[in-house]
């Protein structure tokens, strides 16, 4: 069992830049594939960026190049790097875990394949 709690949302100006944070407690021994996921008003839940213990990163299309995922080992900490930030940005963001198998493959950005979840963090963006 993995826990999750996210940090760093608030309220950010259009072009603004923001970075959440993510920290994992419990049993941080084994290995985990962690994402991002968002969830506005109204719309289903969707994916934003995964990395793999391998290293390997995927991004959603319309995102890519805006959005950056990163991890600090030492700290049991995953990061999201925003900028240019949209008001369509604007939703619920969550971190999330699944336990890693070598050689097994996924979809790295689906919801469904997560096993757990922190409580989400706001990004509200204003024009």
């Known amino acids: 069992q993995v826990y999750l709690v996210e940090s760093g949302g608030g309220s950010v100006q259009s072009g603004g830049s923001l970075r959440l944070s993510c920290a994992a407690s419990g049993d941080t021994y084994s290995r985990y594939s962690m994402a991002w996921f968002r969830q506005a008003p109204g719309k289903e839940r969707e994916g934003v960026a995964s990395?793999?213990?391998?290293?390997?990163?995927n991004y959603a299309e319309f995102l890519k190049g805006r959005f950056t995922i990163s991890q600090d080992n030492a700290e049991n900490t995953l990061y999201l790097y925003i900028n240019s930030l949209k008001p369509e940005d604007t939703a619920l963001y969550y971190c999330?875990?699944?336990?890693?198998?070598?050689?097994?493959?996924?979809?790295?950005?689906?919801?469904?394949?997560?096993?757990?979840w922190g409580q989400g963090t706001q990004v509200t963006v204003s024009s």
């Open positions: 999330a875990a699944r336990r890693y198998y070598r050689g097994r493959s996924y979809a790295a950005l689906n919801p469904y394949n997560y096993d757990y």
């Open positions: 990395l793999r213990p391998d290293g390997s990163t």
